[in-house]
């Protein structure tokens, strides 16, 4: 369980746990699991290497936080803000992130499995190399989102995402209801040119263009109806 006196010092103010950090290199890897960290300010905060497994951070502003090599395992993360912290090597596993604010963070390399992201803000994060094995991505904001190297296996991309994928250099950009239009989408890694085969490239490029073109056929399909029913 959490130490009752540095929850204490962490709620008063990020400065002055950064300077207790500094001066106490014991608190580098500090016990705060379970700790209740809800609606706190802790923005700019240094909380690298600590243990804030099942930790209640709901709603709480970590915006600009150092949280590289954290364990973050199982904890409650609804609804914080994290833009822009540095979340790379985080351990994320469990972790609901339901809502939260992750634009401009970094993610790299971190284990997000079994994670909830749903409706989650992850425009312009860095997400590549990051865990990504049956994570909870419905309705999240993927938009310009980096996901090089990241592992998408039995992930949940359902209920209209916003994407943006570089695949073979070209661009697509496209809003889906159902990603089961293409069964083998959902069975994929969706990994960097630079780190896989060719035969999954083209696997993966193939699979995308027959979801713009089922989309596109929508559509064309929806524009029509419409005009029929103005005529």
């Known amino acids: 369980m959490a130490d009752p006196e540095l929850v204490s010092l962490l709620r008063s103010s990020p400065w002055r746990w950064n300077d207790f950090r500094r001066r ?12 209740d960290l809800s609606l706190a300010a802790l923005s700019d905060i240094n909380l690298t290497r600590a243990n804030l497994s099942g930790a209640n951070l709901t709603d709480t502003d970590l915006s600009g936080a150092n949280l590289t090599d954290t364990n973050l395992s ?12 540095n979340l790379s090597g985080a351990y994320l596993s469990g972790a609901n992130l339901g809502d939260a604010n992750l634009s401009d963070a970094s993610l790299i390399g971190s284990n997000l499995s079994d994670a909830n992201l749903s409706n989650a803000n992850l425009f312009a994060a ?21 996901f090089g190297g990241a592992y998408i296996r039995h ?67 929806g524009s029509g109806s419409a005009a029929g029913g103005a005529a």
Do not use: Y
Not at 24 to 35: F, I, R, V
Not at 126 to 143: E, H, Y
């Open 74 to 85: 199982d904890a409650n993360l609804s609804g914080a803000n994290l833009s822009e912290a």
């Open 24 to 35: 106490n290199h014991s608190a580098w890897q500090a016990d705060l699991t379970e700790a």
């Open 126 to 146: 860095r997400v590549m190399g990051a865990d990504l094995t049956r994570v909870n991505l419905s309705g999240a904001k993927i938009v310009g989102a980096s």
């Open 155 to 221: 992930g949940i991309l359902r209920n209209k995402l916003s994407a943006l994928m570089l695949v073979r250099g070209h661009r697509k950009e496209f809003s889906v209801d159902r990603l089961a239009a293409v069964p083998d989408l959902a069975d994929i890694a969706i990994i960097s040119p630079s780190g896989t085969s060719m035969e999954m490239i083209d696997r993966i490029t193939w699979a995308l263009d027959q979801l713009v073109q089922a989309i596109e056929e929508d559509e064309g399909r």
